[in-house]
């Protein structure tokens, strides 16, 4: 099954606690990035990337790392979160074949207190 | 002002009428278009995309492009309460750059 895959899905941590989400696709997807969604303000692209060793910048990089190692990962990674980060998280993956239409994994909704 | 906008909603219509969902793009060089249902608590599912200026339809969805006038829109037609959802419209400018999502407009079909 052809699908985007999000780990964990819930979490709560704390002030400056490295954490990492994973995202893995198994499409074989070049396009692969990283959103999140708070209420009112939509989904905001954080970071992207075309292809493995190949990442850019979305419109709220602030606070975040990504890597593309392996064309199907692309963890995200909080060095310090702090509470402005509590936020529901999605990854997606596209097809530069499929006209980057995304598929998005089901969400992580992460809790920084 | 934003460089995606949608109408604020949330829009209420009856079943059976049409849903209007109305998106405006600032960016000239905006190239794809593409318009996602997003159930509460759920992610986005990508309905209909579009690149050239006109209409194209799929079952009950129309997707319009006006590049002129930097407008997308999506038409429902035959409302069921099942398309109760937020609705959320992407721009991409090219195929090597970010994606910009409108806020989205919650729609209510009501029975």
């Given at each position: 099954e052809a699908q985007v895959t999000q780990n964990p899905r819930y979490l709560i941590t704390v002030t400056g606690k490295k954490l990492t989400v994973t995202c893995s696709q198994?499409?074989?997807?070049e396009y692969m990035s990283w959103y999140r969604q708070d209420p009112g303000l939509g989904l905001r692209q954080i970071y992207y990337s075309m292809n493995v060793e190949v990442t850019d910048k979305g419109d709220v990089p602030e606070g975040y790392k990504v890597s593309r190692k392996e064309k199907r990962n692309f963890p995200l990674i909080l060095e310090s979160p702090s509470p402005n980060q509590t936020s529901l998280y999605f990854c997606a993956s596209s097809s530069a074949d499929s006209s980057y239409e995304q598929y998005f994994g089901p969400g992580t909704r992460l809790t920084v207190t | 002002q934003k460089e995606v906008e949608q109408n604020s909603g949330p829009l209420s219509v009856p079943e059976g009428a049409i849903a209007s969902l109305n998106c405006t793009y600032?960016?000239?060089?905006?190239?794809s278009f593409f318009w996602y249902r997003q159930y509460s608590g759920k992610s986005p599912e990508l309905i209909m995309f579009i690149y050239s200026n006109g209409d194209k339809e799929d079952g009950r969805f129309t997707a319009q492009l006006n590049k002129a006038s930097q407008y997308v829109s999506l038409l429902i037609r035959d409302?069921?309460?099942?398309?109760s959802a937020t609705y959320l419209c992407a721009v991409i400018k090219t195929s090597y750059d970010k994606v910009i999502f409108g806020p989205g407009t919650s729609l209510s079909v009501i029975p």
């Open positions: 198994n499409m074989n997807h | 600032s960016d000239r060089g905006s190239q409302s069921q309460p099942s398309d």
